[in-house]
């Protein structure tokens, strides 16, 4: 909601004041809702012109914004034109953060799907919630894997429409409690209905029948569907080495050409399912999220989307040949393949990676449309994040799974007009399991314990800006490093007490922003550095007691 003229003016006046360090959350939101409830009744009687409009609309819908929460899966901190991309472009992506507010220094609470889910989900640490590894999400409700209620459970018992699109992948048993009658679950096969992908399927099947392949394509282990290979694919030189070129691989292993034309592609039939909720609850109190399959493997960009990313204006990024002798995950360099370290073919990844981050924008945009045709614009909270990052050969490595800056890192927007300005700009280092107190704040909803803590102070300046973000990694303890501490562009990878033979790192982001340099590589190094490893050891410290 905006007020403009005399009840913009009061509001100024009166509560402006509130803003500043130091008053509590807590007393600002009740002097809003005073002041809300004063300039709906001021109206009313004086007709006050200038903002009978947005009063009118605010009223209509019982005083209840909505929630359009878009998630991308994969989706690393860079490949966003608002963060200085300048070969991808994301005008639609771009708008969420200019109108609202962007979250420049994101980070994942962990580094793979389901535990990242289930964390913004919730608002709990992976050690809390206990989705430690995908795996989780597909044990029963009475593993007591995620036993704690997602923000939509709770704006369900407060009146709201609630209701997911796309990928779930997180303890299938929070997904029962959507209204949508098909929950999209992210696997095979469900109790409440057909998964992901099956879905898709039974949508795709009539708009583009499968058919027979052509000379140089392979099946798609996700689509069904034929695509061409690029370098980078498993596949791709089997006939000239006299392997069975059929085989299936996994999809982390796949990177081409779908044959699916776009508007028939997946990020289509995500959109298309998120657009028909919001016809359906234009007029009701809703919450409804859009959760792309994509920038996430397979790799398949379409031809439409390919073309605008020509391979050889690709530019490998300027770490591929890092040795990573002294790292913490020097025994995953290049994930077992030397294929990540070779420039060419990382040009043919960055090219497919970035089609289909733009064919998700250009969804993203059909979705903002659709709030501005029914006139929901200024009463919707529209979120916009990623689960986690992809290496995209930095480092020479694929994937994620790790606390590198391109796995970890992750784009981050809140639009909310009349309650966040625009052009909004957050440079301290938060994390996405904040999302789930932000929510449970802006939606005017009862506290609710969580791990996170809401980003309304730093969006607003009336919270401490010198602040630290901790992530986690619990499934590999003995191998990888356990957690990572940032703050004020240091980040400590420390690992576990029982890991004997984790290497702990300290990279200083400010002179050496694509980890380069481990600067506890040697014992000069940990004495030079031993008080900042002990600052970032303290905030640890300090997370661990206010989490438990």
Avoid at 404 to 423: D, L
Wanted: aromatic share 10%; hydrophobic share 35%; proline share 6%.
């Amino acid at each position: 909601m905006r007020l403009s003229g005399v009840a913009g003016a009061r509001y100024t006046i009166l509560y402006g004041k509130s803003q500043m360090k130091g008053v509590s959350m807590k007393k600002n939101l009740q002097n809003r809702r005073e002041f809300l409830k004063a300039a709906a009744i001021s109206i009313a009687v004086t007709g006050l012109s200038g903002c009978s409009e947005d009063m009118q609309g605010f009223s209509r819908k019982g005083g209840k914004p909505n929630l359009l929460f878009i998630m991308t899966d994969q989706q690393r901190f860079d490949a966003l034109s608002y963060a200085g991309n300048k070969t991808l472009k994301t005008p639609n992506m771009d708008r969420i953060a200019r109108e609202g507010a962007w979250f420049k220094n994101t980070h994942t609470q962990c580094a793979v799907c389901g535990p990242a889910r289930a964390s913004m989900f919730t608002g709990y640490s992976v050690a809390n919630n206990k989705a430690i590894t995908n795996k989780t999400a597909y044990l029963p409700e009475e593993a007591g894997i995620m036993p704690m209620k997602t923000y939509d459970e709770i704006l369900s018992e407060n009146g709201y429409e609630c209701e997911y699109y796309g990928k779930w992948h997180s303890p299938i048993h929070r997904a029962k409690r959507y209204n949508n009658p098909v929950t999209m679950a992210g696997i095979h096969k469900t109790e409440v209905g057909p998964g992901h992908k099956e879905a898709y399927i039974q949508w795709l099947n009539p708009q583009y029948p499968l058919r027979k392949l052509k000379e140089n394509e392979f099946m798609d282990t996700l689509t069904d569907r034929p695509y061409r290979p690029y370098p980078l694919d498993k596949r791709f030189d089997f006939k000239k080495k006299g392997k069975d070129s059929n085989i299936k691989v996994g999809q982390a292993a796949i990177h081409g050409v779908t044959q699916i034309p776009a508007k028939y592609h997946m990020p289509a039939f995500e959109a298309g399912e998120a657009l028909h909720a919001l016809d359906k609850l234009k007029d009701k109190p809703f919450s409804i999220t859009c959760s792309f399959h994509h920038p996430h493997p397979p790799y398949l960009a379409t031809e439409e989307y390919i073309k605008m990313f020509p391979v050889e204006k690709m530019v490998p990024p300027v770490n591929i040949g890092d040795d990573m002798k002294d790292s913490p995950y020097a025994g995953m360099k290049r994930n077992t393949r030397k294929d990540y370290s070779d420039p060419t073919k990382i040009q043919h990844f960055i090219a497919e990676y970035y089609a289909l981050c733009k064919e998700v924008d250009d969804q993203v945009g059909q979705l903002l449309d659709k709030l501005d045709e029914y006139g929901l614009t200024d009463n919707t909270m529209v979120i916009f994040v990623s689960d986690h990052g992809e290496m995209l050969g930095d480092h020479g490595m694929k994937g994620k799974f790790c606390f590198y800056e391109a796995s970890s890192h992750v784009p981050m927007m809140i639009r909310f007009p009349g309650r966040i300005k625009q052009r909004t700009k957050v440079n301290s280092p938060v994390s996405n399991m904040d999302l789930f107190a932000t929510i449970m704040d802006y939606m005017d909803l009862p506290d609710h314990r969580s791990d996170g803590t809401s980003l309304r102070g730093l969006i607003e300046g009336t919270a401490n800006k010198d602040t630290y973000v901790v992530t986690e990694w619990l499934s590999s303890l003995q191998s990888k490093p356990s957690h990572m501490v940032l703050k004020d562009g240091w980040k400590l990878m420390r690992p576990h007490d029982s890991a004997k033979k984790v290497t702990k790192g300290l990279y200083n982001l400010n002179n050496d922003p694509h980890e380069i340099k481990n600067l506890l590589a040697n014992k000069a190094g940990s004495k030079k550095y031993a008080a900042k490893v002990a600052e970032l050891e303290a905030c640890f410290q300090e997370w661990m007691k206010r989490t438990s």
